[in-house]
């Protein structure tokens, strides 16, 4: 189910572990993919670290299957649906070396988002805790 999540997070161009967790609770996408589970961001951000190495192999496999399954060609790419006609350049090609290192260059930034994150609003806290005063007391 993570491995799911965050290739799916990854796919959407979500790389925040805080976000991840957000959307797992609020999303219809995030939730189907996670059967209704919802891991904290520590969770989220702990298994993306202990299986980085692991992970980034994988999604290099997922996307070799995947051409060789005939669902991508290359030379098509849409990110937003909208049909652009454009001239392809040399340096747009991928080739298997290129697609393993965006795969290292994605989970690095979600590293890298983490760690900010971390430092911004503390390891223990999501970011959007109401203020002090606004909560219930009990």
């Not at 189910?1 to 999303?27: F, H, N, P, T």
């Not at 965006?102 to 805790?129: H, I, S, W």
Request: positive net charge.
């Amino acid at each position: 189910m993570m491995v799911a999540v965050l290739l799916y997070a990854y796919c959407q161009g979500m790389r925040s572990s805080r976000k991840i967790a957000r959307a797992l609770e609020r999303d219809v996408g995030f939730r189907v993919v996670a059967a209704d589970q919802q891991p904290d961001f520590r969770t989220i951000c702990r298994f993306r670290a202990e299986h980085e190495a692991a992970l980034g192999r994988l999604f290099v496999q997922v996307l070799r299957l995947c051409r060789e399954a005939g669902l991508v060609k290359l030379g098509v790419v849409a990110l937003d649906g909208a049909k652009v006609a454009a001239n392809a350049a040399l340096d747009a090609n991928r080739n298997h070396q290129a697609i393993e290192e965006e795969v290292r260059r994605m989970l690095a930034e979600a590293r890298k988002v983490d760690a900010e994150e971390n430092a911004l609003f503390g390891p223990e806290k999501r970011g959007d805790e109401l203020p002090e005063g606004l909560g219930w007391r009990v």
